[in-house]
């Protein structure tokens, strides 16, 4: 595999990698990653077995796509392929520490002014991954039957065929319009899987984000992950507060945001999520059941 990905990115980046070393690094729990490094200079590059070309060559376009907005720093896309049964996404290499709250809450500013980018639709030209996971992302002007048909639904559906059902997610779907009286959601492009661990920053402390399942959404939607894991200080969120207020009725809206990751979870790595499901969707239908 290694001849031909050097050769190409020999090719693209104009330096001289051909006999560059390959230096493992830690972190990733789905690809490989590693730093290829000569006297030249240095890449990043992840890589797994070519069966999740998609998700990397999705990957590249949603990097791609941020970078175009000219608002989040992401790592600079290179290329994709695939090469010797092997599928590997390259981007610049970035020497990455961890974010101050400076830092954080620049990048509140920077998301903020993300979201305000209006978009045509609700969806991407193409279905991504969160995580190990499909996200189909069909385009549609309708937000709630967008979130309700290929977030949440499908989320309970890949649930059912692990044997874990839930009472009352039915009436959760057909009553999702409940959640959005009052608030007209607008399609914004979303980094889409921004946890604590998909950001970092430079020494300077520009943030950086990585690692994006980005589609057109709800701008609320991208406080899902963050709520669920955390990590992130009250000066980020008060910072896109100052650019986007939050809508009434938003705090409700997490809640169902944060069910689709919670879902995801339950699919990817079993029942320790089960109980935060569970929790999560006895508190929407009780907000239901109040009116």
Not at 55 to 69: G, V
Not at 163 to 188: I, K
Not at 222 to 247: K, V
Request: glycine fraction near 10%; aromatic fraction near 10%; include cysteine.
């Amino acid at each position: 595999m290694w001849p031909s990905i050097l050769e190409i990115l020999s090719a693209r980046t104009g330096l001289s990698l051909h006999a560059a070393r390959k230096i493992r690094l830690s972190g990733g729990c789905i690809h490989e990653a590693y730093c290829v490094e000569s006297t030249d200079g240095r890449v990043f590059l992840k890589c797994n077995h070519a069966q999740h070309a998609p998700m990397l060559a999705a990957e590249y376009e949603a990097l791609i796509a941020i970078a175009k907005t000219g608002t989040l720093k992401v790592p600079e896309p290179i290329a994709w392929g695939i090469s010797g049964g092997f599928a590997w996404l390259a981007t610049e290499y970035l020497e990455l520490g961890p974010s101050s709250e400076t830092s954080q809450e620049l990048l509140g500013h920077q998301l903020a002014q993300l979201h305000q980018l209006p978009q045509a639709s609700f969806g991407w030209h193409r279905t991504n991954s969160i995580g190990l996971t499909d996200q189909p992302n069909r385009l549609s002007d309708d937000w709630v039957a967008f979130f309700r048909d290929q977030r949440l639904a499908w989320q309970f559906k890949l649930a059912a065929q692990k044997n874990h059902v839930f009472d009352g997610s039915q009436a959760l779907l057909e009553s999702m319009s409940f959640f959005f009286e009052g608030y007209v959601p607008r399609p914004c492009l979303l980094h889409g899987d921004l946890w604590h661990g998909n950001v970092a920053s430079l020494h300077d402390g520009t943030p950086v984000v990585f690692d994006p399942a980005a589609y057109c959404g709800d701008s609320e939607a991208e406080f899902g992950i963050m709520d669920l894991f955390g990590g992130f200080s009250p000066g980020l969120r008060e910072a896109y507060s100052s650019l986007l207020p939050p809508s009434p009725g938003h705090q409700r809206r997490l809640h169902l945001y944060r069910l689709y990751h919670e879902l995801n979870h339950l699919n990817m790595f079993g029942g320790g999520y089960l109980a935060a499901c569970h929790k999560t969707i006895a508190k929407l239908l009780g907000w239901l059941a109040s009116g």
